[in-house]
């Protein structure tokens, strides 16, 4: 079964990567531990979280609940964290989920998308997705491409900040 996620609002950007890389990832927006709660024992999430004092609730520290404490504050990081605490995959299924909403991305063809994107986009790209649920369209562009660069880097370690000296 795939991991799934919840990710609390100190940790937004996290949540935008590890949708990119294609893992389900539900955002919650403002601070509510009850839902973040609720949601993750009923969806068999994992909560990722940065409030250290979530993590000593007895859910966790008895193991019914399960969550990471993330201790990085760069994204990247933080993805890092994720990736080798939970032995993940850094497996990329680009145009799999919305970034905005994690729905499931649908293809559209070119005549479907012409009135939604930019004329050189539609010149210049012939695949395209949307989020059923925001409407989002999204296309493997130079961001797309900048995107997969990145998480390459990071699944070579190249994430990692360096100091010069």
């Known amino acids: 079964m795939e991991i799934k996620f ?20 539900r955002l919650l927006k403002q601070k509510d531990d009850r839902q973040m709660i609720k949601t993750a024992l009923s969806e068999n999430r994992v909560i990722l979280t940065k409030d250290a004092q979530f993590m000593k609730r007895r859910l966790v520290t008895s193991g019914t609940l399960k969550a990471l404490h993330i201790k990085q504050d760069d994204p990247k990081l933080q993805v890092q964290q994720v990736v080798k605490t939970l032995q ?28 939604l994107v930019p004329p050189h986009v539609l010149e210049t790209q012939t695949q395209y997705t949307e989020c059923p649920a925001c409407h989002r369209i999204y296309w493997p562009g130079t961001h797309w491409r900048a995107m997969v660069k990145k998480l390459q880097d990071l699944q070579r370690g190249g994430g990692k900040k360096h100091t010069s000296g």
Not at 88 to 113: I, M
Request: proline share 4%; glycine share 6%.
């Open 88 to 115: 993940l995959d850094y497996h990329f299924k680009p145009f799999s989920l919305c970034l905005e909403c994690n729905q499931a991305l649908l293809p559209r063809g070119k005549e479907e998308v012409q009135n």
């Open 6 to 25: 919840i990710a609390d609002n100190n940790v937004g950007k996290l949540a935008r990567w590890l949708r990119l890389m294609g893992y389900d990832t």
